[in-house]
């Protein structure tokens, strides 16, 4: 890489499927936010870039769980979270919640991924992150290969939220690495509305 350039060089910057969903933010337009209606009250959704398997965005989600690549995951969360900022975005939150890893997994790997894109979007959009919000209390292994029913009967009753009193009458913004079919957001999003969250908004870096 150049000098001045950090994580991902210019050129594979310029190429990368950016989505311009927080463009259309809570209306039909946004295809992200569609996915939600009729199951769960989703105030905002968003997601940075298109999945495209064996894309650009692939190797660098590959990069950030599987290689110990935990400042991209911050870099690309503060790139995010600056250009949710430009569109008067921030206003809407009071605190960003990352998905969580089963505690076997995190110990694992070291890190959570999710949680790292988390604390860029708070520094650029100056939100606190609470990684301790939700926990998995099951780990559900890979979902991969999983139907839309096979996912969401696999992460249905894996969530809960340790700490109701940090998102009682909060407006959350949900933090996940990458959407498929959108149903462990959905989990979650059930979860902390049923611990008192005011609201909740989803954001990823991803979407399939």
């Excluded at 968003?46 to 935990?70: C, D, E, M, N």
């Amino acid at each position: 890489m150049a000098r001045g350039e950090h994580y991902v060089c210019t050129n594979c910057s310029v190429k990368l499927p950016y989505t311009d969903f927080h463009v259309h933010g809570a209306t039909e337009l946004n295809p992200l936010q569609r996915r939600f209606w009729g199951k769960v009250p989703v105030r905002f959704a968003f997601s940075y870039l298109h999945f495209i398997p064996k894309g650009r965005v692939q190797r660098l989600l590959h990069q950030l769980k599987y290689k110990g690549a935990q400042e991209l995951g911050e870099h690309l969360g503060q790139r995010y979270g600056s250009l949710l900022s430009d569109y008067a975005y921030s206003q809407h939150f009071d605190l960003i919640v990352p998905v969580p890893l089963h505690k076997h997994k995190q110990r694992r790997r070291g890190y959570n991924q999710s949680e790292c894109f988390a604390r860029g979007l708070g520094q650029s959009m100056q939100l606190p992150c609470h990684g301790q919000v939700l926990a998995r209390t099951a780990d559900t292994g890979t979902q991969t290969r999983k139907s839309r029913f096979d996912r969401w009967q696999n992460v249905e009753q894996v969530f809960r939220v340790a700490k109701p009193e940090q998102v009682q009458g909060k407006r959350v913004l949900l933090v996940d690495d990458v959407m498929t079919t959108g149903a462990t957001l959905e989990a979650c999003a059930v979860a902390l509305l049923a611990a008192g969250a005011a609201e909740v908004s989803v954001a990823t870096i991803a979407a399939a």
